[in-house]
């Protein structure tokens, strides 16, 4: 059972597309993130929910939002894709200090 | 987070030892260190934490320094497998919730040499 699932794995999109990235977390964990991987290879966190609550919003455009629609879930919505958007996203989960991290989900802007 | 401080890049041999140091001179108290590491097109995988002690577990150890200014990951018999990069993290323990993320820095490109 693969512990926190992203989809899709790869998106190939245009800019100006709205897009959305899937992840599941079947560990019970009470706080998911999502972090962007950029062409530099900096992990980068870009949000956490706790709970359902946002807890951490960094500088990430407002193009981005994050939708829980329970504990197990959090997804990534992107409006108005841009070329800088391309980038591997990675969703994870925590209960404590140790994060279970997804596979990634590279996104393309063209 | 604490600032940590790791070299950009580090060779082993197949079978030997692999010794990983991070600097964290402005650590605090309460900070715990972690490491991961990521495998190419990989998410990251955690690896191990500790407070003070020495710690060790199936996959390494970790060597805290007295003033826990600095530390070193040890892979006791570095396989091809175990070329990725390696992040040392600080930061607080959270007993529950997990409140923050991780702050990822360029970390140690390890590259096992066969």
């Known amino acids: 059972d693969t512990a926190v699932s992203q989809t899709p794995k790869y998106l190939v999109t245009q800019m100006g597309n709205d897009k959305s990235i899937k992840c599941e977390q079947n560990l019970g964990h009470d706080t998911m993130y999502w972090y962007k991987q950029d062409s530099k290879k900096f992990l980068k966190i870009m949000f956490s929910?706790?709970?359902?609550?946002?807890?951490i919003n960094e500088t990430v455009p407002n193009r981005f939002s994050p939708k829980s629609p329970d504990k197990a879930h959090l997804n990534l919505h992107i409006n108005s894709l841009e070329l800088g958007d391309s980038a591997v996203y990675f969703c994870a989960s925590s209960h404590t200090g140790e994060l279970f991290f997804g596979e990634g989900s590279r996104l393309t802007v063209l | 987070d604490a600032k940590t401080t790791q070299p950009p890049s580090m060779d082993c041999a197949e079978g030997r030892a692999a010794n990983l140091p991070c600097n964290h001179s402005?650590?605090?108290?309460?900070?715990?260190v972690y490491w991961y590491r990521q495998i190419h097109s990989q998410g990251p995988q955690y690896i191990i934490h500790?407070?003070?002690n020495n710690e060790t577990n199936e996959m390494a150890s970790l060597i805290i320094t007295e003033d826990r200014k600095s530390s070193t990951l040890i892979l006791p018999h570095a396989t091809l497998r175990d070329t990725a990069v390696y992040y040392c993290i600080v930061r607080p323990f959270y007993s529950g919730g997990g409140a923050d993320g991780l702050t990822f820095g360029k970390g140690t490109h390890l590259i096992i040499q066969p």
């Open positions: 929910y706790n709970n359902k609550e946002l807890i």
């Open positions: 402005t650590i605090s108290g309460n900070e715990y």
């Open positions: 500790g407070l003070k």
